[in-house]
């Protein structure tokens, strides 16, 4: 896997069903590296820190191979990376390989895999669409968020290099499974919230 895209965003007005609300949603594409801090991304806009950032959510990846699945859904969007929201765009990320907990050296930046993204409505707004957050649940292609152990700069064509992994932690695609599908494996469940890597926010949101 490697860094295709560093992707930044500022503050943005959006009229969501009459009301005005600012959102970081639109990220694009910078021509230089980022920087991981513990809380967030140096220089990126963070709006609702309820649902984003901190030391759980510190940074968003989302794969470029899922682009191609999603253009096809939307092939009048004006298509660039940084569209669902993320950080880093990231090549062959495949969301059934990567485990909770798992440890990357990702630019000079060590960090930690914590949960899958939980979409909420602002990503219909994004794609012009009212059904977006439902079709982005049904697709399983969450994206992965991690804690920043060691902070520090990543840009394009950074290799991120698996460090540690706990072979019976879940895979991110596991624990979205659980957080939405309506029949909960109980075992799978103990696992994921016994797991210390994986966010507290994930895990009360598992306990509902």
Not at 113 to 130: E, M
Request: glycine share 8%; charged share 30%; with cysteine.
């Amino acid at each position: 896997m490697k860094v295709v895209s560093t992707n930044i965003g500022k503050s943005v007005e959006i009229n969501y069903h009459g009301q005005i609300e600012k959102t970081g949603m639109y990220k694009y594409a910078v021509d230089q590296a980022i920087f991981l801090g513990k809380e967030d991304v140096v220089k990126d806009a963070v709006i609702d820190r309820r649902y984003h950032g901190g030391a759980d959510k510190a940074c968003y990846w989302y794969s470029e191979k899922h682009y191609t699945f999603w253009k096809d859904k939307f092939p009048n969007l004006d298509w660039n990376y940084g569209m669902f929201g993320e950080n880093l765009t990231i090549s062959d990320l495949d969301e059934g390989d990567i485990k909770i907990g798992d440890v990357f050296q990702i630019g000079n930046a060590r960090v930690q895999v914590t949960q899958p993204r939980q979409p909420c409505y602002k990503l219909n707004y994004r794609f012009d669409c009212n059904s977006m957050v439902r079709r982005f649940i049904d697709a399983g292609f969450p994206g992965v968020y991690i804690r920043v152990i060691e902070e520090g700069e990543v840009r394009q064509g950074d290799e991120l290099i698996l460090l540690e992994r706990r072979e019976e932690s879940l895979s991110i695609r596991e624990v979205y499974n659980l957080l939405y599908e309506s029949s909960k494996d109980r075992l799978k469940l103990e696992k994921a919230l016994s797991d210390p890597a994986l966010a507290t926010s994930c895990k009360r949101d598992l306990r509902k």
